[in-house]
């Protein structure tokens, strides 16, 4: 793992609809971004917390975007640490799999030309997915972290977390959220990049489908 610190450089209350939250900003030495904490309830016993990695999606968590599921994940992920009172959110500013906002507006570009998401990146001179987990350890470990329940579909992160001596005791698993838009989208992450999501789930949903809900993973 690379020589990287991080440092607490603010905190804040934050009341939401799923309940109070507290926001934690954190400077680090690997990158000039901004990555955050933000959990309810008490951590400090550092065993089986839940813990969702979230890489920042500005077209899905802000904006609603349909082509991919990451507000949805967003949203579930909070319902579920508010559901157990306890629990931690690491926002990592790493956009686009780590390739940066501007690089995935032109992946959109590929991809609406016929590309999935991987090729689209590849042809852009970019890997599949560049993201790093470093500072979400660094993160968990400031907070006394030992143990997770991992909300996560994507075992690249179950990896990162028990290679840096952070014990996954139990994959939380998250809802497909399948529409007209993001099917393919789903598709290439379980069959080219093995997230673990169930296939016949995947398929195309009509436009007057109610694409909202989540489609049953099992």
Do not use: W
């Amino acid at each position: 793992m690379p020589n990287t610190s991080v440092s607490r450089a603010g905190s804040a209350r934050i009341p939401t609809e799923y309940g109070e939250f507290q926001l934690v900003y954190y400077d680090n030495t690997l990158d000039d971004k901004a990555h955050l904490a933000f959990y309810m309830g008490e951590l400090s016993a550092g065993e089986d917390i839940i813990v969702r990695l979230h890489s920042e999606c500005l077209t899905g968590d802000i904006f609603g975007s349909r082509r991919c599921d990451c507000g949805e994940q967003l949203d579930r992920s909070l319902q579920r640490i508010a559901e157990a009172g306890q629990g931690l959110l690491v926002y990592l500013r790493q956009e686009g799999r780590g390739i940066g906002l501007l690089e995935k507006i032109r992946a959109y570009n590929l991809q609406d030309a016929g590309h999935d998401t991987v090729d689209a990146n590849l042809l852009l001179g970019h890997q599949a997915d560049e993201r790093d987990y470093t500072v979400a350890v660094h993160i968990l470990e400031d907070l006394g972290i030992k143990s997770v329940q991992l909300i996560t579909n994507n075992p690249v992160k179950i990896n990162a977390l028990e290679e840096a001596g952070i014990k996954v005791n139990n994959r939380v698993k998250l809802d497909n959220f399948v529409n007209s838009e993001n099917s393919r989208y789903l598709l290439t992450k379980a069959q080219r990049m093995n997230h673990m999501l169930p296939l016949t789930n995947t398929k195309t949903q009509t436009p007057n489908s109610d694409s909202h809900k989540p489609q049953p993973t099992d």
